[in-house]
Nanobody, 124 residues
Framework: QVQLVESGGGLVQPGGSLRLSCQAS????????MGWYRQAPGKQRELVAI???????NYVDSVKGRFTISRDNAKNTVYLQMNSLKPEDTAVYYC??????????????????WGQGTQVTVSS
């Protein structure tokens, strides 16, 4: 099993910044993809950013130039630096990982894992 623990959400004024962190724990040798989704009230969950172990990054258009995703493979941790926050960024943010290998001799798994979610509220 893989567990994901998120931190860093909160209330911030428009134009402010927040940094989200998510640490994966459990039987992990490597993680291919780590990222963040969000879900605003009354809306579907959407991909915010995802980062592969090879360094490929994908952002949703609405956050490009404002959000930066990064990861620390030694700590199995993914970060989301959010700058110039807007009220429309208000949502519950979920950490996501998939393609996990449990050991060097293990195949890449096909299961995905989710964090419990952390609330980000942008309001004056």
């Amino acid at each position: 099993q893989v567990q994901l623990v998120e931190s860093g959400g909160g209330l911030v004024q428009p134009g402010g910044s927040l940094r989200l962190s998510c640490q994966a724990s459990g039987s992990i040798f490597s993680i291919e993809r780590m990222g963040w989704y969000r879900q605003a009230p009354g809306k579907q969950r959407e991909l915010v950013a995802i980062l592969t172990s090879g360094g490929s990054i994908n952002y949703v258009d609405s956050v490009k130039g404002r959000f930066t995703i990064s990861r620390d493979n030694a700590k199995n941790t993914v970060y989301l630096q959010m700058n110039s926050l807007k009220p429309e960024d208000t949502a519950v943010y979920y950490c996501y990982v998939d393609r996990v290998r449990r050991a060097y001799y293990s195949p890449t798994g096909d299961r995905s894992y989710w964090g419990q979610g952390t609330q980000v509220t942008v309001s004056s």
